[in-house]
């Protein structure tokens, strides 16, 4: 039973938005395809776990923090006996551990070491229990998802769970006894209740507004659209067609994340959306899907969340 859903986090869509609006130094580009290659990995292996027992209580994607110290756990199933805290790598490639060193072999380069990794998050969270009230035993995982992974290594690690061994390490969870109760739920309230969201802006790459280029994005792939027929936008890449107003809806809501600090205005809109020449389209669905704020020409919009 999955109690906490996994969602993509706020660093990785808001560098989606500017990989598609502005060219980015190529350590950026890296750094935004291994997030979402990690994504990727997790969600398969989230896939991958549908066909758990009922009985375990799944969480995915906590960030927690512990005598100042933040950790972030990957899953964490819930059993009456026991916690598995589970760390998903989507690592692709031939990679080689010698001792604590890992190294990938094609293009040769040192890496962190992911079972150090895994150790300092099953201490903080076992802390982290302690000063809840509770005390289960750990089982930590390092699960490795993706079928072209080969590690070699010269000595056997039972944490590791290499792609062939997924079926068999779930069909082991699955004939172990797990029946949650009242106190395994309440367990993962309380940890979803201290789970953060860690402002994203300090890991972005500068930016301003002028830099970055104007228009609605395709939401199927990502390219800023260039033709408009009627009240459809068409995308010039791949052929997409959506309707105006959810097209800006969905620019609005990327407008509101790249800069936080601006006010919502038709204007402003009207400028970033670009290619729908209409203002009084623009003023029309900002009227109808958000809250507008004052009554003169200067008035402004927000969420109707706020």
Known sequence: MVIKHRQKSLVIKL??????????????????????????????????????????????????????????????????????????K??????????????????????????????????LLRALLTNLGYRYPIESYLIFINPEFHLYQTTINPSIIFPTQLNRFLKKLNERPSKSNKRQFNLAEQLIS?????SPYPYLPAYDYDQLEKGPLCSKCFSIFTEMKGLKLVCGHCGCQEEV??????????????????????????????????????????????????????????????
Not at 27 to 45: D, M
Not at 55 to 82: G, W
Not at 90 to 113: M, R, S, V
């Open 15 to 88: 560098m989606s938005f500017l990989h598609a609006r502005m060219i980015l130094p190529e350590k950026e580009v890296n750094n935004y395809l291994n997030l979402v290659k990690g994504f990727e990995g997790e969600q398969k292996s989230d896939t991958w776990l549908e066909e758990l027992s009922k009985d375990y209580l799944i969480v995915h994607d906590l960030l927690l923090e512990y005598n100042h110290s933040k950790f972030q756990i990957d899953t964490l199933l819930i059993a009456y006996e026991k916690i598995y805290l589970l760390d998903v």
């Open 90 to 123: 989507n690592y692709e490639g031939d990679y080689c551990a010698e001792g604590d060193k890992w190294n990938k072999l094609t293009p040769k380069k040192e890496i962190k070491n992911p079972l150090h990794q895994l150790d300092r998050c099953e201490t």
């Open 194 to 198: 201290l789970h953060t969201i860690e």
């Open 245 to 306: 107003e959810s097209a800006v809806v969905r620019s609005v809501d990327e407008f509101m994340l790249l800069f936080p600090d601006r006010k919502i205005t038709t204007k402003g809109i009207h400028e970033w959306c670009h290619i729908v020449k209409s203002e009084k389209t623009i003023r029309r669905v900002l009227k109808k899907n958000y809250k507008r704020i004052g009554s003169s020409i200067s008035s402004n919009y927000v969420s109707r969340k706020d």
